[in-house]
């Protein structure tokens, strides 16, 4: 940047020229400065610890610019129009000390390599190519000012101090740039194209001060104002996604090598250059054999270098093939090399044996002739993908034939295979995965099917019923078509009891018969499945005639109910409950199967052995039921429901001795009784806190009537949910002790059904029940199919006769006979006995005289509020007052 002081001076006007550039350089000294010193500059984060200090390395060296700009043109200023010797001015000093810090700069964002002999590779061919780009300058600007100024001239030396700084700088520099961190490229490569210019400011200068007058009428300073703006804007081009994807780079890696051809290039410039200005000159200065010697002791000493290179390289190739052939004996892939026409080229060592060949008959062959024809396509196409380029490496399942014939599933990885001098070949890696596929099928086939049945499970059901409506299309219905495709819905009857009471591996035995049946009753082109639990399903595919679904539904019923099932060494017969639903049209596969579902649950709902077919009404009934269920649990957040209680009295004093609590409903301007919405209630499970709030509010008023000397006893009804539901103990002691209510005072009320749905587990509840005192009470006895084992079990204290026993036993001998076996029977058990839903005299005086003591109806009173009972006893009461 600096310019020589001539012999006979500088004009004042080229003096002032040096100011713009300084202008300049101090610009980017402020910039670069400012960006590194500042915490809100933008790309600091993206730059990094050594980018900030990169920044700051370069803003020191744009100020020795400034500084020896500054000093340059005052002494410009000061010796203006006197004589000056030859010499470096003081500002000049700062200009070269400008260079190591711009280069301790570049390095940061583009370091050298860190290895010994990369690092002594790149410095000596970045010598090779500094002395080729000097030595092309020198012939063809340097060399005639050299003849013209003269050998012993001095001013050549200086002239030349700053060309060939630059030229050393920007060889060592310029090939860092292809192999710099993505996210900094762009700044490095502003910053040597910055340096690139600045240097060819210099080069005029230098140019400027041989010839005595500016070159290009000033182009000096011009250039340098646009290195230092170049230089300026370095902090503001910085990427600010550091974290982003490289950007690939071309050239299959020859920005690896940009030492390496940078100095080739340069060279080959050079000795055209040279053999041009020896062919026209008739001597060469001193100057040029010394540098180009140099050279060519460098050049000598890298050749050693390359040679050395390539033996380790050869000895790297060998080691690689050696490992290759090792890996491939002991790995239990077998590796092939394989030709463009497939034949065979390498084969690792015991890959033939593993398919039971000998080697000899798979050499030269071609594999496709070991590939099953339906995979053949399949592996031709990817080996095309990965011959013309597309992939590099492609995956592929295909079956190979064995040696005995047998298919082997395998997975092969075809990539390129490429050697010096030969033709390209394929690298095929094949790995035996028959094992893993047929663990694949095995998950397939537990995914679709029954682990006890070995039918298809509910999943593939519904798959293939989508599947089957689907192909059926969208045909117009017709008589021809009309129960084409239905669903038959089977439930067992009865198998809760056996699974219970024989235990789960009976139960699933029983399974197992059920679903053999299954199959010998439906034909080849129907699905049967089990649906889970006792449920199964079977899908007719082309049934036909409606008729013929609803034949073979009762097949199915009969084949399942006139055979018994051999149980735990005896035999178990059953019942179906099945429902039939045909697929309309519009109907797919969920609403199929779910109105199937509700023909079944309605052919239950008729004690089973029986056939319903899906009609519209049942799904019309099965809405108001959820609604139902909807408005139940509105209703019992706002307390629409209340008790009433109908009275059990003595038979002989017509005393009242104990009352029955009775849940009412009061919607809207109606009272509902139970049975209008008990069984909603114990579908959606509301049963539980309905019941807890029963037996909350019963034990407090009887407690408060107990209070006033009034000896009665409570009954209350209970349901399967509430006695299976986990806290139903908690609750009866909680709402006892709260009452104060004794537990003797209280009688659970349980139908006979409760023991047959999960004896087990009903039997501990309600034996913790009478750990607490309460009483228990079997209702609607006779009517169930309690045995008196349970009986035994539980202890019960009273048995209360069904109302259907109590209506006849006036009238009916039959009647009567039973009637009075079940009081007997209380008797001799220590029992009580009251007798439930008297009407008429007769049946009271009937019953008394089987010395049934207890009884209840509307003979004997109707169910009342509780002000209503308050009455009756204090009637009672007031004679003995």
Known sequence: MGTLVGVGGQPLTAMVGVWPSTVAAAVACVSLLTAARSTRY??????????????????????????GGVITGATGLVSAGSATSVALSFGDLFILAALPLFVAGFLRLAPLPRARRPLLRHITDSYVCAVAVFTVLWLV?????????????SAMGFALLHPVADVLVLSLLAPLVLTSPPQTRRVVLAAIGAFGILAGANLIGAITSLVGEPVAGGLEQPVRVLGFAVLAALPWLVRQDPAGSLPRITGRGLYRFAPELAAIAASALATVALTLVVLRIGGVTPLLPLVVGSAVLVLLVRMAGL??????????????????????????????????????????????????????????????????????????????????????????????????????HTESTVSHYAQPGEYDRLLVTTRDISAQVALEDQVNHLTFHDGITGLPNRAYLEERTRQVLRQ??????????????????????????VNDSAGHTSGDFLL?????????????????????????????????????????????????????????????????????????????????????????????????????????HMHDRVVRRLELQTQLRQALAEGDFLLEYQPAVDLNTSKVTAVEALVRWQRDDEVWAPERFLGAAEESGLVVPLGEWVLTEACARVAEWRRLSWDIGLSVNLSVRQILSPRFVDTVSMALADSGLPAAALTMDVDEDVLLENPGEAVARLADLRALGVR????????????LAHLRRLQVDTLKIDASFVQDVDVDSTVQLLTQSIVSLGKNLGLRVVAEGIEEQGQ????????????????VARPMSAEGITALIEGEAAPER
């Open 472 to 497: 059926r299309g969208s045909a117009e219905p017709s008589a021809e078509n009309e129960g084409d495709v239905a669903v038959i819905f089977l439930d067992l009857d009865g198998f809760t009891a």
């Open 307 to 408: 040679l050395d290179e390539s033996a380790t390289l050869a000895e790297m190739v060998r080691a690689r093939e050696r490992h290759f052939h090792e890996l491939a004996r002991t790995n239990g892939d077998v590796i092939l090399v394989v030709d463009a026409d497939g034949s065979v080229h390498y084969l690792s060592p015991g890959a033939a044996e593993a398919y039971g060949y000998r080697e000899e008959e798979l050499f030269g062959q071609t594999i496709g002739t070991i590939i099953h024809p339906e995979d053949l396509d399949s592996a031709r196409t990817v080996v095309d993908e990965v011959r013309r380029g597309r992939q590099c490496s492609a995956s592929v399942r295909a079956r190979v034939r064995a040696a005995d014939g047998t298919w082997r």
């Open 512 to 616: 197992t018969e059920a679903a053999r049946r299954l199959r010998g009753s439906v034909g080849v082109t129907d699905t049967v499945g089990r649906w889970g639990g006792d449920e199964f399903a079977v899908l007719v595919e082309h049934g036909g005639a409606a008729r013929y679904v609803v034949d073979l539904a009762n097949r199915i019923v009969r084949d399942i109910s006139t055979e018994a099932f051999p149980v735990a060494g005896g035999e178990v017969l059953l019942s179906a409950s099945v429902g039939v639903a045909f697929a309309e049209p519009g109907v797919d596969a969920a609403e199929l199967l779910r109105n199937a579902d509700m023909a079944m649950a309605r052919a239950k709902e008729w004690d089973g052995s029986r056939v319903e077919i899906y009609a519209s």
């Open 141 to 153: 600007l340097f060399a005639p000012l050299y003849a013209a100024v003269g050998e012993g001239s």
């Open 844 to 859: 009271l005086e009937r019953l008394r005289d089987m010395g049934c003591t207890q009884g209840q109806g509307f003979l």
């Open 776 to 787: 228990l009470a079997i209702d609607d006895f006779g009517m169930g199919h309690a045995s």
């Open 42 to 67: 933008p790309a600091r984060e993206a730059l990094g610890a050594d980018g900030v200090t990169a920044l700051a390395l370069l803003g020191y060296a744009a100020l020795a610019w400034t500084v």
